[in-house]
């Protein structure tokens, strides 16, 4: 039996909860930030491997995550949609987001979880604006101002989903995204689910830089996808997510 | 009938007689091939008939009845590739949604090994 279906199997949690983990060539810290994560009690970790040419999958097997590979590379939205379409398939219905670059502390998961336990969000971002850099902080200044979302760290992939949030961005509307920022949370508004973020903490990258602002090109051609899809799916009254402090 | 007229209209008419050879090798989907024989039949029937264009310009107000028709065969291509834009983004959306469900198809097939093993 794997160390997953170990803690799924579990009575103390009421209700269990999936961890999706978009990877790709993050052999390197894998293994160490999947242990950190399943040390957490009835956590089910689902690793989406996109394609990566290195051990990652391998090593999180070994590690005890459950492996979705993508046969051909799909992005990092795509990878994370394929995880929540998968968590949504083994019937969980809350499902958390991190990334496998080690930026992500496990101890703020159930920070992430309370808002939807208590009825009052259907996803949570965990948001850590201090983490961003000038160009960063322009970025999220422009992708606000152009969508209407009115949340502190847009880019933030550190994110709690419930039931309806999981069925919304499983659909193929959520498919034709490529980033999991401004789009995503402009098509969970456009269906009435209420949004909240929650400060958290986040470390530097174990390893690499971003792979969204991996160059002057790549930043232009984020930025016009951005704020085009941004401003084209605005909702006509702004959106102003409530405040919610760290319970850790 | 002047002879520019007959080599107009015969290449338009040989145009949808194209369209059906590419049909039936299994060249073309037959649905494209509905637009595309519409299409070579007004190329003929203007190639056979230019008086129409003519006759067109003078209810719409064109004074030179050739712009016209240029602009009327950029407006259509225009939206002919705005058309297939929509159609590549549905296919790339489609594919995507395959590969994310393979990927899942391969984890349960990898989750059942292990039972079967364990």
């Known amino acids: ?248 | 009938m002047a002879t520019i007229s007959l080599v107009t209209g015969s290449l338009g008419l040989a145009i949808a007689v194209l369209i059906i050879v590419l049909i039936r090798r299994d060249k073309l989907y037959v649905n494209h091939g509905f637009a595309w024989i519409f299409t070579a039949l007004v190329f003929a029937l203007l190639g056979f008939a230019p008086g129409i264009f003519d006759w067109l310009a003078s209810h719409l107000g064109v004074a030179y009845p050739p712009v016209l028709g240029l602009a009327a065969g950029i407006g259509i291509l225009v939206l002919k590739v705005l058309l297939m834009d929509i159609d590549r983004s549905h296919t790339s959306m489609k594919q995507e949604r395959l590969i994310q469900k393979m990927g899942m198809l391969e984890a349960d097939i990898q989750a059942l090994k292990e039972k079967i093993d364990s």
Not at chain 1, 1 to 23: D, E, F, I, Q
């Open chain 1, 1 to 248: 039996m794997t160390a997953n279906a170990a803690k799924v199997g579990s009575t103390s949690r009421s209700v269990p909860l999936a961890v999706v983990m978009p990877a790709y060539n993050e052999a390197e810290v894998i293994a160490s930030v999947l242990s950190g994560i399943m040390a957490l009690p009835h956590i089910h970790v689902i690793l989406i491997d996109d394609a990566s040419t290195d051990e990652t999958a391998a090593l999180a097997r070994r590690a005890g995550a459950t492996v979705v590979p993508m046969s051909v590379q799909i992005g990092a939205w795509g990878a994370t949609q394929a995880g929540i379409r998968y968590a949504l398939r083994l019937g969980f219905t809350r499902v958390v987001t991190m990334d496998a670059d080690g930026q992500h502390l496990p101890q703020y998961v159930s920070s992430l979880i309370e808002p939807i336990e208590r009825g009052v969000a259907n996803t949570v971002i965990g948001a850590c604006p201090s983490r961003g850099s000038w160009l960063r902080r322009i970025a999220w200044v422009l992708m606000r101002s152009t969508s209407g979302v009115r949340i502190e760290d847009l880019t933030s992939g550190f994110r709690a989903y419930d039931a309806k949030s999981m069925e919304v961005l499983s659909s193929w509307r959520a498919t034709f995204l490529d980033y999991q920022d401004v789009g995503v949370l402009s098509l969970l508004l456009s269906q009435n689910l209420e949004l909240a973020d929650v400060e958290v903490a986040m470390l530097p990258r174990e390893n690499g830089g971003s792979r969204i602002f991996r160059s002057w090109k790549a930043v232009a051609y984020y930025m016009c996808h951005t704020l085009l899809l941004g401003f084209s799916k605005r909702r006509i009254r702004r959106y102003r997510a409530p405040r919610l402090r760290s319970v850790s």
